[in-house]
C-alpha cells in the first residue's frame, strides 16, 4: 500500500523534543527515568493481574489491558526519542515511520475505548452492586476488551493508509519527535481534504462516543454516591472517581488539542509538548492513579513482596 506513494520516500528526518544539543543529556536521563518508572510500573500491574487470584476480576482485567495499551504504545515513541538525544542524525525509515504511527495510534485508540469501558464497569459496580457479577459476565468482559483492540487496530490502519498514500513532495524532516498524524500532513503537497476529514469523524466517533459514556457513567455513579449515609464511603467513592477523571482529563483533552483543530492552528512547538503529556507522561502515571490507590492491588502487591523475600 506504502508503493503508492508518489514522493518515493526513502526516510524522515526528526527535528526533535528540542533544537538546543546542551538539553540533550539532561533530557535523556529524564526520559530514561521516566520511561523506567513506565514499563517497571505497567509490567507489574500485569504480573499482579495474572498471578494473584484476588485480582481475576474484570475491573483488573481492564486494567491489565490498559497497562499493556499504555506499555506498547509508550514504546513506540520513547525508545527512538531517547536514541534520538544521543544522535545527530535523528533518521527514521519510511515503513518504519508507517509501522511507528500505526502501533502508536492503534494502542492510544485502545486506550481511549478501554478508558470508556473503565468507566462503564464503574458504574455497574456502584449502581447495580447486586447485579454485577451477571451483567460483568466474563465472556462480556473479554469480548469488551476485544473489541476495543479490534477497534483500534482498524482505526490505526485506516489512518496509516490515508496519511502514507499522500506525496510528500515539500521535505523529508518531521518538526516533531515521531510520526505523528498532523506533522505529516505539513509535509504533504497533496490535497488533505478527505484526510481531514477522516481524522474528524472516525477520531470523533471514537473519542466523543467514550467521552459520552464516561461522562453518562459518572453522572449515575454521583448520584449513587449522595445516596450513601456514610460519609467516609462517600468520600472513599469521590476518591475513586476524582482519580479516574484526573486521568480522563489529561488524555482526552491533550488528544482533543492535538487533533481535532483547523490544520490553520497548529502550533507544532506547542504540539511536541503536548504530546510529550500522553504518549510519555500518561502511560507512567495510570499505574499509579488507578493502582497503587487501590487497597486491594497494594495487598496483593504486599504478598507478592513478602514472597520474593521468603525465597
Known amino acids: 500500500m506504502f508503493a503508492l506513494n508518489k514522493s518515493s520516500m526513502l526516510e524522515f528526518i526528526f527535528t526533535g523534543l528540542t533544537d538546543q544539543s546542551k538539553l540533550n543529556i539532561p533530557l535523556f536521563v529524564i526520559f530514561l527515568y521516566?520511561?523506567?518508572?513506565?514499563?517497571?510500573?505497567?509490567?507489574?500491574?500485569?504480573?499482579?493481574?495474572?498471578?494473584?487470584?484476588?485480582?481475576h476480576k474484570p475491573m483488573y482485567l481492564f486494567l491489565c489491558s490498559l497497562s499493556f495499551a499504555d506499555l506498547t504504545y509508550s514504546s513506540?515513541?520513547?525508545?527512538?526519542?531517547?536514541?534520538?538525544?544521543?544522535?545527530?542524525?535523528?533518521?527514521?525509515?519510511f515503513v518504519g515511520c508507517a509501522l511507528q504511527m500505526y502501533i502508536f495510534v492503534s494502542f492510544a485508540?485502545?486506550?481511549?475505548?478501554?478508558?470508556g469501558i473503565m468507566a462503564y464497569d464503574r458504574y455497574v459496580a456502584i449502581c447495580s452492586p447486586l447485579q454485577y457479577g451477571s451483567l460483568m459476565?466474563?465472556?462480556?468482559?473479554?469480548?469488551?476488551?476485544?473489541?476495543?483492540?479490534?477497534?483500534?487496530?482498524?482505526?490505526?490502519?485506516?489512518?496509516?493508509?490515508?496519511?502514507?498514500?499522500l506525496n510528500f513532495c515539500r521535505s523529508n524532516t518531521i518538526d516533531h519527535f515521531f510520526c505523528d498524524i498532523p506533522p505529516l500532513y505539513k509535509?504533504?503537497?497533496?490535497?488533505?481534504?478527505?484526510?481531514?476529514?477522516?481524522?474528524?469523524?472516525?477520531?470523533?466517533?471514537?473519542?466523543?462516543?467514550?467521552?459520552?459514556l464516561i461522562l453518562v457513567s459518572y453522572t449515575n455513579i454521583i448520584r449513587a454516591i449522595m445516596t450513601i449515609r456514610s460519609a467516609q464511603g462517600r468520600y472513599k467513592a469521590f476518591n475513586t472517581c476524582a482519580s479516574h477523571m484526573t486521568a480522563?482529563?489529561?488524555?482526552?483533552?491533550?488528544?482533543?488539542?492535538?487533533?481535532?483543530?483547523?490544520?490553520?492552528?497548529?502550533?507544532?512547538?506547542?504540539?511536541?509538548?503536548?504530546?510529550?503529556?500522553?504518549?510519555?507522561?500518561?502511560?507512567?502515571?495510570n499505574p499509579l492513579i488507578y493502582s497503587l490507590r487501590n487497597t486491594e492491588v497494594k495487598e496483593a502487591l504486599r504478598s507478592s513482596l513478602k514472597y520474593l523475600k521468603a525465597l
Not at 37 to 46: A, F, H, S
Not at 86 to 91: D, I, S, Y
Not at 109 to 115: N, S, V
Not at 188 to 212: E, K, P
Open 34 to 55: 521516566i520511561y523506567i518508572v513506565t514499563v517497571v510500573g505497567n509490567i507489574g500491574i500485569i504480573t499482579l493481574g495474572m498471578v494473584d487470584k484476588r485480582l
Open 137 to 165: 459476565s466474563s465472556i462480556l468482559c473479554f469480548r469488551m476488551v476485544a473489541a476495543a483492540y479490534f477497534g483500534g487496530f482498524m482505526t490505526a490502519l485506516v489512518h496509516t493508509i490515508g496519511v502514507f498514500r
Open 76 to 93: 513506540a515513541v520513547t525508545p527512538k526519542m531517547l536514541n534520538d538525544f544521543l544522535c545527530k542524525a535523528k533518521v527514521i525509515s
Open 187 to 212: 509535509l504533504s503537497c497533496s490535497d488533505i481534504t478527505v484526510n481531514l476529514a477522516i481524522l474528524i469523524i472516525l477520531g470523533g466517533l471514537v473519542t466523543l462516543s467514550c467521552l459520552l
Open 248 to 285: 480522563v482529563s489529561v488524555f482526552y483533552g491533550t488528544v482533543l488539542f492535538m487533533y481535532f483543530r483547523p490544520s490553520t492552528s497548529y502550533a507544532l512547538q506547542q504540539d511536541r509538548v503536548a504530546s510529550v503529556f500522553y504518549s510519555i507522561i500518561i502511560p507512567m502515571l
Open 109 to 115: 485508540t485502545i486506550e481511549c475505548l478501554l478508558l
